[in-house]
């Protein structure tokens, strides 16, 4: 592997500190890929790899759509002293209408998230079973992941020359979907406490008197305790929410350069080629290795100036750069 | 000689329209003694000895759609013994039995009742109460004021066919009278809508200087704001219905008797309390009743809770900066390598890349 790599450089005679070890990747019947090849590919702006399966777009859709019908019902409760409430309340036909709908959303956003749990269980399964299961693909968090936020933001401020190569969810990812998770079993719970406080009232000192030794909490105030926290967790709860919503995920997922003015993966389920290479380049070899047609692409793109495989020894001092890849369609 | 088209159009109109004006008949006021033969004028008014600018024009129109329409006016202004009249100095006693006998009743019709209730409520005037006190009590006419009862416009099920049944016994006034009171209450909870009911109990108990003028409680000063911060207040101020109002916890259905919370006649009383909330709440238990209706500001409650309302408040707005932060940070980065706002020809990293990556030096 040493020695081929050595070939590898050969023909490029490019600037010392680029010859570190990360700079080109090795994959068998493709090349050596560099890894500022996401500059000199083509790609579909309605994407070009599979990236979620169907019932992800779906449990998305969902998951949008009934966040937001719940977000823009709750708030004019919550806030109802501001002028804006009782014009949304009766653009939804009334407070009693409105609270309905509320409910609604509220049964809506639970199944969905059973379904969702229900997909990913069952995938896991599924891999496992045929041997295909990788942690890595996952979104459980990884030690790496920290790396990587470091590395990034290096990056970003001008002192590390590439960005990091990551799995198919990088760092900010996964933290959005514990974020998100997190949020909606909270939610879920207040919300319950809230519409059931008889119910709520009834069984949770019971259960909690069992766990907790009776000095600890009040029996007798544990029931507007518990009401207290679901109040104020299920408000702040969902405005959190709301903002990182509207101010980052919007914004970082349909705003930022390159995914203007819409990043069509929530809708078709692929995400561009550019696009996996930068950010997600450890899955990108993924596909390389599942996706023959990917494949095919990546290594006619490669041989154009000769980093395919390494069949013969490439001439002396070809004087290139990358910047003089044609783009293959 | 010909009639056009346009004559015939604006005879039709005008029979139309006199039809209708003739057709709506005021029910006559029991006026039976000529009381509005001064009464009527508008300028019947004086400036009283303590300078003070008094009105006695009685408007007949608005009288006659008013509950008391079919009273005359000495069954409450009994001190009145001639015409014309000495200056008046007695208030009215709602509490007098009017000429009215209800359909099966054997005694004349009056608010006796209920105003014995009040008076033993807290809102009744007790003899050893202070003078400030006494000011401030309300009496009849402060809540039930007559623009109060002025008719609500309410859809009718059925309305003449089930009272062209009650005429084959009953006379048809009283009948209709007597449907019209009964089958408005049936329909609506109250003849207030519970917003109205917050805001006439608000008058006073929100007025924070008179409350304390008063010596009420420390609960009992903050009862309207904390009562408007929890979701009963909030879902009544948007217009629900469903929702509890004041009246809905602090009284029974008789809805004069409101009482102190030590009171054992009390709704609020703890020994009744949970029957009050078992009126929408029907699982409440002894666990239940400890739930806060009128929560308090978080930071003046439960010290946990505050420790997590204040770590809540960090994190959202720590992670809402350092997430905004990141991609501010990301945009730049990305844009200085060269990455473009649109994808363009199969790529966003096209054109001149603004300044070199430390590659390609």
Redesign the interface.
Known sequence: MATTFETALKPFPLPAETEDEGYYTYVEEVGFIPRDIFKYVASDPMGDLQRFSTHIVIQHTLFFISFLVLASTGLPIYFSDVFWAPYVISFYGGIDIARLIHKIGAITMVITSMYHLLTIMGGTAIKIFRKEFDLKRTQIPRLKDLYDLIHDIKYFIGLEPYRPKMEKFMYKQKFHYIAVTYGTFVLTAAGSALLFPDIAAKLLPQTIGKILPPSMVGAQSFAAFFQDLARLMHADEAILALIVLAFWHWINVHFVPGRFPLQWAFLTGKITREHQIEEHFLEYLNNLKEIPEEREYMTRLLKEKGLGPLEEKPSKQKKCTLSDFPRIN | MKISNRRIIFWLLWIGISAQLFSVSFAKAADKENCLMCHKYRSNARIDETGKKRNFHVNEKLYNRSVHRNISCRDCHTYITKIPHDPVTQKVNCANQCHIRPPFAQEKFSHKKIIDLYNESAHGVKPDDPQVLKDALPNCKFCHLNPLYTKISEKRVAYKETLARCYNCHPESGVIMAYKHITHRLRKRTSRSSRKIVKLCTKCHGDNVLMKKLNVSKKALRAVDTY?RS?H???V??????AANCINCHASSALHDINKRDNKKATINKDNIMQV?RQC?????Q??I???VH?EA?HS??P??KL??IS??L??YG??LA??G??L????????D??????KR????YGKQKSK?????
Do not use: Y
């Open positions: 408007n979701v207040g909030k879902l101020r948007l217009g629900s219905q469903k909330c709440h029907k699982n409440a238990d666990m239940f400890n739930i806060a929560p978080v409650g439960n946990i809770i997590v309302s809540l408040g994190g959202m992670s809402v997430l905004v990141l991609l940070l990301e945009t730049l980065g990305r844009r200085k060269g990455a473009r706002l649109l994808l199969g790529t966003i990293w990556s430390p590659k390609n030096k």
